[in-house]
């Protein structure tokens, strides 16, 4: 049976760029991934791959895509598949590899990106209160937490890169930006899922 492991964090930590880093170091039939936007009814691809692309935010189904991903885990495969977005740790995985970044630095990074004033100032946010991980431990996710501020996407994906292979234990609670970063003056609308948009999948 396919394990299926989620790389997950707030839009700007560099899921993407880490994910292409860790296939170029990792070149085994038996890793494959997926982004979240590639299972969505519209996009062309529902197949695992090997390369991660970066894609436009849409609307999801997360009960539509857990069916999809409990078929992925029992097609008969062996090996690791890596589903890599922002949502991917509320699916049916075992794993959950979360990648973080100070909230300055991810501001940074979505400036860079062209996100709006409040997309970036609630994204920030998002990661100050450690939103991903508060909604992965309540599943009962087991989490490998990774800070990537000030670090290498080559540095981060061989942390990964261990993970997957049994060298490093779980771990989480290795940033604590509430202490560190205070809120934004503004405040910011986070710390709940819209209902209409989310539903999280039973595993």
Known sequence: ???VVALTGT?????????AWLGASHRSASLRWIEVQDMLP???????????QRRVPVR????????????????????????????????????VFLLRASPVALERRLAR???TERSRRENAEAERIDLIL???????RTVYEFDTTGKRP???????????????PPRHGVVDWLSTHPPHPEGARTGRRDASLFQTPKT
């Open 1 to 3: 049976m396919t394990r």
């Open 11 to 19: 839009p700007g930590v560099g899921k993407t760029t880490v994910a």
């Open 42 to 52: 519209h996009s062309r691809r529902s197949a695992p791959r090997r390369e991660p």
């Open 60 to 95: 999801v189904d997360l009960a539509h895509l857990a069916h999809l991903v409990r078929r992925h885990r029992h097609d008969g495969r062996d090996g690791t598949l890596l589903i890599i977005g922002h949502l991917s740790h509320l699916l049916p995985v075992q794993d």
């Open 113 to 115: 990106r062209g996100e």
């Open 134 to 140: 508060q909604e992965a431990l309540a599943l009962g």
């Open 154 to 168: 080559r540095t981060v994906a061989g942390w990964l890169r261990h993970a997957l292979n049994g060298d490093l």
